[in-house]
């Protein structure tokens, strides 16, 4: 019986077998799924990375800076007063010599008149005297008068002639006065700013200012002619800029239209401005471009020295993390990793990198969407 009983159970426990077989391999392909899964997959680097490469870069200087006129003046009176009428708007081309302003004279027309009238009754004293002093001349010669009574005579004529040049002198004082009230445009140029109105106070002297209601002021306005550009370096970048020196301008105004520019002047003295010490860094616009407006702002890259050989990325790779430059390399399953790097000048859109990267290594341009953005990511 009990072989039979054997028999009877081994057709069944050759199925479980084969069932669990067949679960036992379910199972190791299951499992080899998650792990393929798991895997990352070879990941196209190119868009995202470039390659360190040895160059020699032509170094640069990159500024910001303003247009300004060439040439600049402010106007003022020559003597305090009202003003009278302004014949020029903001924004205006005047010519040399034209009547931009013109000062109320009070009573200077009246002044003028009397002093003519003073000095014509003087000249007819003078004609008189002078008939007088030669007809006694011939009497004295003709031993008819003292030389002491033409003495005299020639005293008062004498005296009458210092009173007509002094007439004449003050009728010509009050003449440039008059001249003087009217504000002539010293050269060519652009009406820049107007700070006075009609009936407005104005002293060239004066440290008062306010409103155009009777305030004191000490200017009419400005005129400027020709465009350049200021640009403020940094002093530890000053000693890298020559006189003629090639620079290309980019206006914020025009930024798809550069404007070659030369270095024209390096001012002796810098500017300090919140502890920050710059130079003021004067060029000359070479390209003309009739719509340029004094005060537009824009960046400025000064061309220097043709630099050694070394390791250069593009300046767009370079980032700040708590304030020390670096970029991000690729880094284990093609992670951006970010590494320290110390850097050199910059030339063009690259940068030197001086220590912290070896030629041949991928530094990330842009931040591919297999990665997840770090905390402080500049």
């Keep these: 019986m009990a072989n039979t009983t054997d028999l009877r159970q081994t057709p069944w426990l050759n199925r479980a077998g084969r069932v669990g077989l067949v679960a036992g391999l379910v199972a190791a392909g299951v499992w080899v799924s998650i792990t393929v899964l798991r895997r990352p997959a070879t990941r196209d680097l190119d868009p995202y990375t470039v390659v360190v490469q040895q160059q020699a870069l032509r170094g ?3 500024a910001t800076g303003t247009v300004e006129p060439v040439r600049q003046v402010s106007l003022s009176p020559a003597q305090p007063g009202i003003v009278a009428a302004i014949n020029v708007e903001e ?4 010519r040399a010599g034209q009547a931009l302003v013109v000062m109320d004279g009070g009573d200077l027309p009246m002044r003028i008149k ?24 011939g009497l004295v010669e003709a031993g008819a008068l003292s030389q002491l009574a033409l003495s005299q005579l020639e005293s ?3 005296a009458q002639q210092s009173q007509v040049a002094a007439n004449r002198q003050r009728l010509q004082e ?9 504000v002539q445009a010293p050269f060519d140029g652009l009406v820049m700013e107007r700070f006075a109105e009609p009936r407005s106070y104005v002293t060239p002297s004066g440290n008062a200012a306010g409103n155009a209601n009777g305030a004191t002021r000490t200017s ?11 640009a403020a370096l940094p002093d530890n970048e000053v000693g890298r800029i020559r006189l003629s020196q090639d620079a290309t301008v980019v206006l914020d105004a025009f930024p798809n239209q550069p404007l070659d520019a030369q270095v024209n002047i390096i001012a002796p003295r810098s500017q300090v401005n919140d502890n920050v010490i710059t130079f003021d860094v004067t060029l000359t616009l070479l390209t003309e471009n009739s719509r340029l407006r004094y005060g537009m702002s824009g960046d400025v890259q000064f061309f220097t020295e043709e630099l050694s050989p070394t390791p250069v990325v593009p300046i767009v790779a370079v980032v700040t993390r708590s304030g020390q430059s670096g970029v991000y390399v690729v880094g284990r399953e093609d992670q951006p990793t970010f590494r320290s790097i110390a850097l050199g000048y910059s030339g063009g859109s690259s940068i030197q990198v001086l220590d912290g990267l070896e030629l041949g290594e991928r530094v990330f341009i842009d931040w591919p969407s297999w990665a997840r953005q770090p905390r402080g990511r500049n």
């Design 60 to 62: 640069t200087v990159v």
């Design 91 to 94: 924004g205006e081309q005047v």
């Design 114 to 137: 009397e002093r003519r009238a003073l000095l014509a009754q003087a000249e007819e004293e003078l004609d008189l005297r002078e008939e007088e002093f030669m007809r006694q001349q």
């Design 156 to 158: 008062r004529y004498r």
């Design 174 to 182: 009050l003449l440039q006065e008059q001249r003087e009230l009217t």
């Design 220 to 230: 009419l306005l400005t005129i400027g002619t020709g465009h350049q550009l200021v």
